[in-house]
């Protein structure tokens, strides 16, 4: 199986404070990667780099929910470009169980 392509949409570019979140959840991502037996690629996207480049368009997705939201939506995590979860840092137990769906979704070719 490929590497699942994982990216966390950070709005610590606009409130620093919420850095230490993006931390806990690369840490969690670890934990569950390992618990679910996944291997990824991860990367941080900042809001205002995703805004500014084409390349990560389909962050889009999250629009609709920061606009009812606003920053409460951060951090995100997008697994092979589609939005998985938002708003908080998971459980280890939610976390291994969206690998583990996002797996078999990946084997399928669904994701």
């Known amino acids: 199986?490929?590497?699942m392509r994982l990216a966390i949409l950070s709005f610590?570019?606009?409130n620093p404070t919420l850095a230490?979140?993006?931390q806990?959840?690369?840490e969690r991502i670890k934990e569950a990667a390992e618990?679910?037996?996944v291997e990824y690629e991860l990367e941080i996207l900042h809001a205002?780099?995703?805004r500014m480049t084409n390349q990560h368009?389909?962050?889009g997705e999250i629009m609709?929910?920061?606009n009812k939201y606003g920053q409460a939506v951060s951090p995100a995590l997008f697994i092979n470009r589609s939005l998985q979860l938002w708003g908080g840092v998971p459980t280890l137990e939610k976390l291994t169980e969206v690998f583990q769906k996002a797996k078999v979704a990946i084997e399928q070719g669904r994701l």
């Open 1 to 3: 199986m490929e590497k």
């Open 57 to 59: 368009n389909y962050m």
């Open 35 to 37: 618990a679910a037996g």
């Open 20 to 22: 230490v979140h993006d």
């Open 64 to 66: 609709p929910l920061f």
């Open 24 to 26: 806990r959840y690369v």
């Open 12 to 14: 610590a570019c606009c």
């Open 48 to 50: 205002t780099e995703a």
